[in-house]
């Protein structure tokens, strides 16, 4: 008898048989229980994890002896010849070579005779995602109403492929990929009926390979038996499968850790020495500072995937990293896996980017940076005097050139040393000359407001001869100094109006169009009342809408903090420009005076 591999010698036979896929055969097994098997399934999910297996175990169960059910005996004729491929009641075709509309044609009819033998007449189409469009157009009826003998089984690897229509007209089952322990426990299983002696160091190996298939699990350890024979052991596998050490990813990690560029250079020379491709270093290096972020958390060191001495090695090392050092390394490592596989030099990207790797600097916690920060402020502190000290020489200097001239608020009893009986210095206002404007303007000595050195010792005599009390401006609630114009008469306003207009012209030609004719009629406090040649309302909105413009050009011309009110014009007083232009002139003089004038009114250009 010819040698029957692992994958297919041992490919389960019944719905218990199947491993990792506990919700698709708890799901199954219950319709046969309800009687609720569906006209049509979809089964999706990666290679290797038993699609076309449980489609199989799911016909021979449709068409098991005495009626439908779950439990049959998968040694009877009918579930021998549907295992292997030879029953007339069972049609199983592959998508990717009978794609096109006319075999869906032959599937169509054949599936209106009934089944010569069986309960049901089953189609499985393997690789369903590689048929064309029209083949699925000419799918969807008989798929949505099928005979009742009919049913229809879809596998696939690329469920995106699959039109919409045809997935919405049959139940869909995600296979999982199956996880590292059940491959192992399956793989245990199977030597043990084998004879073959194992260590599991060498089972994980094989688990880690195939990557979440079983049967690339069966495929790997086929290859291993046939280079170890009757005895696997963790040396040998890893010479069997080419697989990189442990330790030569612990030599690199410790190569980036210590700056060591020699070490770092020899460690690429092994992994070269291996011949494995670089994409699966950069993947098992990755992997490797998985590990190492998992062994720096505390429940993290259970989901290592490997034995006890391998997990002790990773928790030792990883406490030498900051995990934020790993997580830089893991992004670069990302970065460039998306990259080599098209490079013309994969290693030589490789040696790059581990260069790159090994000049990057320590991350440095940002608690850490404020914290050194904040000691070197302190120390600065020491040197030079406190604000509270400063207050006080400000303090010493006023006193000494003349404390009968400062308000109470300000003055300070020389008596007393204690802090407590001098008067809370709230605000001072500090007026410079003129001469020295340009280095200290407008020095306001508040609460947490202090004179450099620098300017105190400079400035001292000046600051002292130009200290003076601000009645009626100080403002005790509000800690704030309260800036007024000084006083204006409404003759002063009348005589600077005009320079007041030009002003408004250069910054808003068409506001001092309507101000032309503008007087002044009242001062109310801060603001100038003036009444404008206009009876529209739209001109008054004008004005307020530049209201900032004009207020800052009347604190220039008349003092800070000067306002303004306006009034409109009284109709029987007012003509408007124009027709006082026509009145009082010719025709021509008229014409170019209303041109003008219209000019004016509008800011606008004349264009000859």
Not at 278 to 298: C, R, T
Not at 447 to 464: A, C, F, G, M, R
Not at 473 to 480: A, G, H, P, R, V
């Amino acid at each position: 008898m010819s040698y029957k591999v692992l994958s297919l010698k041992w490919r389960p036979q019944t719905f218990d048989d199947i491993v990792g896929q506990d919700h698709v055969t708890k799901t199954l097994i219950n319709a046969f229980k309800l009687d609720r098997v569906a006209q049509g399934y979809m089964f999706t999910g990666p290679r290797g994890v038993g699609k076309t297996t449980t489609a199989r175990i799911l016909s021979r169960a449709l068409n098991a002896e005495g009626g439908a059910k779950y439990d049959f005996d998968p040694t009877s004729n009918l579930s021998l010849e549907i295992a292997e491929g030879r029953a007339l009641d069972v049609l199983e075709i592959d998508g990717a070579s009978n794609r096109g509309i006319e075999e869906i044609r032959n599937l169509r009819e054949q599936i209106k005779f009934a089944p010569m033998v069986g309960n049901y007449k089953v189609i499985i189409i393997d690789e369903v995602h590689m048929l064309t469009n029209p083949a699925f157009n000419a799918l969807l009826r008989t798929l949505e109403e099928p005979p009742a003998h009919g049913k229809f089984i879809f596998c696939t690897t690329d469920i995106h492929k699959v039109p919409a229509t045809i997935i919405s007209r049959c139940q869909r089952f995600d296979f999982n990929r199956i996880s590292t322990d059940t491959i192992i426990s399956r793989i245990n299983f199977i030597l043990d009926k084998e004879s073959v002696s194992y260590d599991l160091d060498s089972l994980q190996i094989i688990a880690r390979k195939a990557d979440g298939s079983m049967r690339d699990a069966l495929s790997i350890l086929d290859q291993v038996i046939s280079f170890c024979g009757s005895e696997i052991n963790y040396d040998k596998t890893v010479i069997a499968l080419g697989v990189i050490p442990t330790d030569l990813y612990f030599d690199y990690t410790n190569a980036l850790l210590s700056k060591n560029g020699g070490e770092l250079l020899s460690s690429l020379n092994k992994f070269l020495s291996f011949g494995v491709p670089a994409e699966e270093v950069v993947n098992g290096i990755s992997n490797h500072i998985k590990s190492l972020l998992y062994a720096q958390i505390d429940k993290g060191k259970d989901l290592l995937d490997m034995n006890q001495e391998n997990k002790k090695k990773y928790i030792v090392h990883s406490s030498n990293w900051d995990n934020r050092d790993l997580l830089r390394c893991t992004q670069v490592l990302m970065d460039v896996s998306s990259h080599i596989r098209r490079s013309d030099d994969p290693y030589l990207l490789l040696e790059f980017t581990s260069l790159k790797l090994l000049e990057m600097d320590k991350s440095v916690s940002i608690e850490s940076l404020l914290a050194s920060t904040s000691n070197e402020s302190d120390e600065d502190s020491l040197s030079n005097n406190t604000n509270e000290e400063r207050i006080e020489k400000v303090q010493e200097i006023v006193v000494k050139n003349d404390d009968t001239n400062l308000p109470e608020n300000v003055r300070v009893d020389e008596k007393s040393n204690d802090k407590n009986k001098r008067e809370d210095i709230s605000e001072v206002e500090i007026e410079v000359s003129s001469d020295k404007k340009d280095e200290v303007k407008n020095i306001d000595i508040i609460d947490q407001k202090v004179l450099s050195d620098s300017i105190i010792e400079e400035n001292s005599e000046t600051i002292i001869e130009n200290i003076k009390p601000k009645e009626n401006y100080f403002d005790n609630e509000s800690k704030t100094v309260t800036k007024t114009s000084k006083k204006i008469d409404l003759k002063t306003i009348k005589e600077k109006w005009q320079i007041f207009i030009d002003s408004v012209h250069i910054k808003k030609p068409s506001i001092a169009s309507i101000l032309d004719k503008s007087e002044p009629i009242e001062v109310s406090g801060p603001d100038i009342v003036f009444e404008i040649n206009s009876t529209l309302d739209f001109h008054v909105s004008m004005i307020e809408k530049n209201r900032d413009i004009i207020n800052e050009i009347l604190s220039e011309e008349y003092g800070i903090g000067t306002s303004f009110k306006v009034l409109k014009g009284s109709e029987k007083n007012n003509k408007s420009s124009v027709e006082q232009v026509l009145t009082d002139s010719t025709d021509s003089e008229q014409d170019e005076k209303v041109r003008d004038k219209v000019v004016d009114l509008f800011d606008g250009e004349i264009l000859t």
